[in-house]
């Protein structure tokens, strides 16, 4: 059984900037020596927001469906699982069973229209 990790180290470039949609989410998965890493960012523009793939409430993957992280507006990033609701700047839950709980943070940057984690 491989070990899922919760940061990575700094410098590790994703993928280029148009890979993910404006407005839209992309999971990322880095496989390291210590274990592997499950996570995800949202664009908006020509910033991105990353977090951990792992719920507060359950521990859980956010998404069923590969890079369906977001509610269906694109407002705020969704749970699948127990419709958890996450504010896309700060992961805060707003609505759901975690209510005031928070994602996990995932530091990414943008750099040279590449997306690199920070």
């Known amino acids: 059984m491989t070990e899922r ?5 700094a410098g590790v470039t ?5 890979a ?6 992309r999971n990322f998965v880095l496989q390291m020596k210590a274990g592997r890493f499950h996570g995800f960012v ?8 990353g977090y951990v793939d792992r719920c507060p409430h359950m521990g ?3 998404a069923q ?7 269906p507006d694109g407002a705020l990033i969704a749970c699948s699982w127990h ?13 759901g069973p975690c ?4 994602l996990t943070p995932w530091p990414v940057a943008v750099v040279d229209g590449a997306i690199v984690t920070a």
Do not use: H, S
């Open 99 to 102: 209510v005031g709980a928070r």
């Open 60 to 62: 859980v993957p956010l």
């Open 5 to 9: 990790l919760l940061a990575t180290p």
């Open 20 to 25: 993910v949609a404006d407005g839209a989410a």
């Open 83 to 95: 419709g958890a609701l996450f504010e896309i700047d700060d992961g805060r839950c707003v609505g």
């Open 42 to 49: 949202v664009r908006r523009g020509d910033t991105v927001t």
């Open 14 to 18: 994703l993928a280029r900037l148009e």
């Open 65 to 71: 469906t590969l890079d369906q992280y977001l509610a």
